[in-house]
């Protein structure tokens, strides 16, 4: 899982359970849960902000590429033919 075998997973849980003591246990148990959850969603919330931030500054750093419109492409193949006749 993360590392943990079974049984020091267990052990983990048998100490856990002698030191909050049964009562407080599912408390503190759904407590953080609680705060992983909100602490997997803010770290999305930086990846998706960080991921924004580069997509944008990479399309800020490309050169938009000259459109040619219908007169320079008539000029254009007016060159390349004077080019191959010449």
């Known amino acids: 899982m993360f590392g943990i075998s079974t049984v020091e997973l267990l052990v983990i849980l048998v100490i856990a359970l002698v030191i909050i003591g049964p009562k407080k246990l599912p ?29 944008f500054d990479s399309m800020m750093n490309d050169e938009p590429k000259p459109r040619r419109g219908p007169a320079k492409k008539q000029e254009e193949e007016k060159e390349d033919e004077k080019e191959f006749k010449g």
């Open 27 to 55: 408390e503190v148990a759904r407590t953080i849960g609680k705060g992983f959850s909100e602490l997997k969603k803010a770290m999305d919330g930086v990846k998706d902000t960080v991921n924004i931030n580069k997509a």
